[in-house]
């Protein structure tokens, strides 16, 4: 990463339970400034000034509340594997106040991806982390360096783990090449999609069937906002 994007924040190594240190990128949260709703209209052609895409999730949900820094400096984290069409992942981490999930730390694990997917390695480092702080896994993000934005069978499978787990988790699809949709936020229908991954014993890319109740398999995220006030840590593990 280039030293001018270090020069923004400031950087330190902390010692996690992991067996190597940690460098860990603290943002402080600015002034009070007002937090706004995500819709899927401001993936389109950069961000929309719209409030409202009319979207109904298909249960009743707490609100998840991200930085405003968290996907532009995943992108930047991502920016060498992107150059080589390599995907990208890492782990959102969230505390629970008022009902609303507050997303504080990015976890970058070590990993092993393709143009086409990403797999977390050791997972106890991502899970010493969560552990330590007290947070929820309250999903995921990765970059599609290539293709369009959208969720592939194997992410569906991947968010499946996360939402069985916490019903707000979320799929950040970041897509820099995409010229319709940047990025997408996303999460399985439920009962739906939920249902219709919790009988599939495939793995690998394979086709999905619709769910019986004629919902999509996946939908837009539609209680998820963007918190300027959010202090952000990324813990880069690898």
Known sequence: MAASYFLQIGVHTVTQFSPSP???CVYNAPHIAEVS???????????????????????????????????????ALARDNT????????????????GIFHVTTLIIPKQESTSSSCQALYEEEIFSIQHEQSLF??????????????????????????QVMVPEAIAIVMAPTDTTRSYGI????????????????????????EPADG?????????????PNIRLEICDLR
């Open 83 to 98: 150059d080589k069409d390599l995907e990208t992942c890492g782990v959102l981490g969230a505390f629970l106040r008022g």
């Open 37 to 75: 709703r995500i819709t899927s209209a401001d993936s389109v052609h950069g961000h929309s000034s719209s409030s409202s895409d009319g979207s109904t999730p298909s249960r009743v949900l707490k609100d998840v509340h991200i930085s405003a820094r968290l996907m532009d400096d995943f992108l």
């Open 215 to 227: 919902s999509p398999i996946y939908e837009h995220c539609s209680n998820v906002y963007v918190n």
């Open 22 to 24: 940690t460098i860990s």
């Open 137 to 162: 896994p309250v999903g995921w993000i990765h970059t599609h360096p290539s293709q369009s934005c959208f969720m592939s069978s194997v992410d569906l499978h991947t968010q499946f783990s996360y």
């Open 186 to 209: 996303f999460r399985l229908s439920d009962p739906g999609g939920m249902s219709i991954l919790k009988e599939c014993q495939e793995t690998g890319f394979h086709p999905h069937g």
